[in-house]
């Protein structure tokens, strides 16, 4: 009952249900519903669609790249994280409401990327300081299991609002809220729900999830203090050198993971013809997997050590990417798919947990800031990538082997990580 209550306690559950919340805007706006709308109908085709959803994306990542640092400390600086995320979840139900305006004219479509990519910036900037909450809510050897519990909650949420949108906005066609479908107001009537299904589901972290007290910094300029932390984090760097093996390694393979989450939809629907429809199923099918594998290796993470847990999951990823990119049917490219997203939520939880593993307590925040940034330090590059070679060749396959190669490369890179302590 103890240890019962030390995993699962009211702060943890208002925690993890913030998962549950945030997950509703990557799954339904970037990977799938919206994503698949803007290059079909509102970009001039799908190539050129393609070709722009990867340069908001990446935009959006060097932005992000460069403040996650100086964020992290101002949470530190004013000892308080929950203010700064309710500030990025507000910018993300705001972008989710102005979606509402993104009509099937190509005349709306970089107003509709302007507002997708404010809302990404929200998401991104604020798991900065949801990340950092982990350490406060959990001992350290629960972090892994809470952590991959945490990403698993919030598949299972990605699952429940698109299986709403399917029903409600896309199958239903809108019918209960009397949207006109020529102008595709059931598509994009989505994104103010999913700026509803935020402000409920997140309510309860800000009202019962408890942060410790924080350092506070001497300095008067708490923006200039991020940055000179990130300067010293990095020299820092030079004393832990498994954490610096990790952190660019873990820059390779999320970059090729952002890159397919980001084309995931896009991709099946320019290249195998998936309607919207089946898109929307194979988007919940694939976070049914994820978070099945999320959950799951939750407690493999624990048991059987988070950088096993990553390799492992990393190399099946890499089998299902190449059988997805040489698939030529829709029912060999699904089952790839589907095979891939079982590997997602491990790869994410393990590595969100590995870090706060391998950092000594008192430089766990700037580590955190360094993982983030490794996270998004080059998260343009994919998406530039994949847009381009599609442009360029005139076909989605070229672009898909982007994400592949990144993921090759944080499997070679993480596989000479040895630190100290079996993780």
Known sequence: MKKFKELFNLSIGAWCLYDWALAAFPTVIITFVFATYYTEKVATNNIIGTREWGVMIGIAGLIIAVLSPALGTLGDYYRRRKPWLALFTVLIVLASGLLWYSYPNSAFAHRSLMVVGLGLLGVELGMVFYNALLNDITPKKFIGRISGIGWGVGYLGGILCLLIVFSVF??????FFNLNNAVYENIRAVGPFVGLWLTLFSIPLFLFTKERDHQNFSRKNPLKQGFFILITSLKELRHYPQIAIFLLANMFYMDGLKTIFAFGGIFAAGTFGFTLDQVVLLGIN??????????TFAWLDDLWGTKKTILLSLILMICFSIAALMAHTKTLFTIAALGLSLFVGP??????????KMSPQAITTEMLGLFNLSGRVTAFMGPWLFG??????????YGMIVPLVFLMLGFVTLSFLRPQRPF
Request: proline share 0%.
């Open 170 to 175: 896309i199958k239903g066609k809108g019918a």
């Open 388 to 397: 381009s070679l599609t442009f360029a060749f005139g076909s989605q396959r």
């Open 347 to 356: 790869i994410q939880a393990a590595s969100r947990s590995l870090i706060l």
């Open 286 to 295: 694939m976070n049914i997997l994820a978070g099945i594998g999320a959950i």
